[in-house]
């Protein structure tokens, strides 16, 4: 990117279904409340912030970039970008649409006047025009894949301009190119400019018709992440006070591939006696599951909740399983591994980040389902950092060679680490694409 470009315009082709987006979001309205409620039950965050979902709420100064990240992840891919941001002094309206999102925003930049924390507004023509009218941001950055039509819509008519940051298309979003969801892709052409990760990646957002001025290949900004310093400690820490020979982590895993882990670990816990487990679950809600499952199969497991703020507590003797039960962590519990397997690959998601891992030099396996980190996992696997297994079986045997093999398992993490510093940068590339329209914007 050489320069300013002017903002694009919303695709003609696609106004019919936005409005239809927008009647069914409308009759969708009841559903929603009610959806919001029984998730509120579960993570009370989602009844918080209500103001936020229809265009309320705090706005902070006006003329800050906005920056849209979703989830979680999300908010880690944004974070490097964002200290950059702030280190030029540039206000920021960080908006999520999940409460895990939230928290960890707030968690990553807790003392930070120039930070503005709040929820997306629901994707409705009126919540999304009166956030932008109260805001005026100079710039709005949506993280990775999310292409809410309002939201684009919406910052059209206001003027804002709309980047991609992190740009995440996968090709099996393209093979899914039907009835409303074949128009609503054709939304990428309305962002001014898209940072993404590869050329794979950038061919993608050809096919959908993006002008090719309009796309940058910066790589993969999660290996940019700020760690903070005391999380390796921590965990270190905890590692050297259990009594346990070797830790296998099993990172993000996911409800539907629990079982056949579960059988997995049982089996390892056997065989090798000297071997402990941290299990960290992709999400809150399998916390208390997972830990009843863990007890009913007679597995000694403790929660790393009941370790105290700095994981200082006590380790009861014959602990052989330590759970996660803990966001923002994650930095934490990698230096305790010896090895990582990641989650979501089991079943048919696509793999979840291997990015982290792989920075602290850790060695990482997954199941067969890696399309959705294809992009880190093939490069990986080439330099010898990371294998994927076809099943359960294969993924069993394969952890037991890597922990009984030391020199092999020492190899695959010294890959890792150099994979993982080969790849840094992304953000410091992305904000100097970033600074014309940041400068134009100011004008």
């Not at 969708?28 to 912030?49: D, K, M, S, T, Y």
């Not at 999400?283 to 703020?309: H, M, Y």
């Not at 793999?351 to 880190?376: D, L, R, W």
């Not at 297994?389 to 890597?402: F, H, K, N, Y």
Request: glycine share 10%; charged share 20%.
């Amino acid at each position: 990117m050489t320069g300013p470009l002017p903002q694009t315009d919303f695709p003609k082709g696609v106004r019919p279904a936005y409005w239809a987006q927008q009647v069914l979001m409308h009759l969708a309205l009841p559903l929603i409340a009610v959806l919001l409620i029984w998730r509120g039950r579960r993570e009370p965050g989602h009844l918080r912030g209500l103001k936020d979902r229809i265009g309320l709420g705090p706005v902070g100064p006006k003329g800050a970039v906005w920056i849209y990240a979703a989830s979680l992840g999300e908010t880690r891919a944004a974070s490097p970008l964002i200290r950059r941001l702030r280190a030029d002094g540039v206000a920021v309206i960080l908006s999520h649409l999940s409460p895990a999102g939230m928290q960890e925003g707030w968690r990553l930049f807790p003392d930070d006047p120039g930070i503005t924390h709040r929820y997306m507004p629901l994707d409705l023509f009126w919540a999304v025009r009166l956030f932008l009218r109260r805001a005026q941001p100079r710039l709005g950055i949506v993280l990775e894949i999310e292409i809410w039509p309002a939201m684009l819509r919406e910052a059209h008519l206001a003027g804002v301009p709309m980047v991609m940051a992190n740009g995440n298309l996968l090709e099996r979003s393209l093979a899914r190119q039907r009835g409303l969801r074949k128009h609503l892709l054709a939304l990428y052409q309305s962002f001014t400019h898209i940072f993404t990760r590869t050329d794979a990646f950038r061919d993608r957002y050809l096919s959908l018709g993006v002008d090719p001025k309009r796309i940058s290949v910066v790589g993969e900004m999660k290996y940019d992440q700020w760690i903070d310093p005391k999380h390796p400690v921590m965990g270190r820490s905890l590692r050297a006070a259990w009594d346990v020979a070797q830790v296998l982590m099993i990172a993000s895993s996911v409800k539907d591939e629990e079982p056949a882990l579960l059988a997995m670990v049982q089996a390892l816990l056997h065989d090798r006696p000297g071997l402990g487990v941290v299990w960290v679950p992709r999400s809150p809600q399998r916390f208390d599951p997972l830990a009843e499952t863990l007890a009913t199969a007679g597995i000694t497991c403790l929660r790393r909740s009941a370790l105290g703020p700095d994981m200082a507590g006590d380790v009861p003797p014959g602990t052989r399983v330590i759970l996660g039960d803990s966001l923002g962590e994650m930095n934490a519990y990698y230096p305790m591994a010896d090895l990582v397997f990641v989650g979501a690959s089991l079943v048919d998601h696509g793999g979840h980040n291997i990015m982290e891992p792989m920075a602290f030099g850790k060695p990482v396996v997954m199941g067969p389902s890696t399309y959705g980190i294809a992009f880190a996992a093939e490069p990986a696997a080439r330099l010898g950092a990371f294998e994927s297994l076809p099943d359960v079986g294969a993924l069993q045997a394969r952890i037991a060679t890597l922990l009984e093999d030391g020199a092999l398992r020492d190899a695959m993490g010294k890959a890792a680490l150099t994979f993982a510093r080969q790849q840094t940068g992304a953000a410091e590339r992305t904000y100097a694409g970033l600074k014309p329209l940041i400068q134009t914007a100011q004008h």
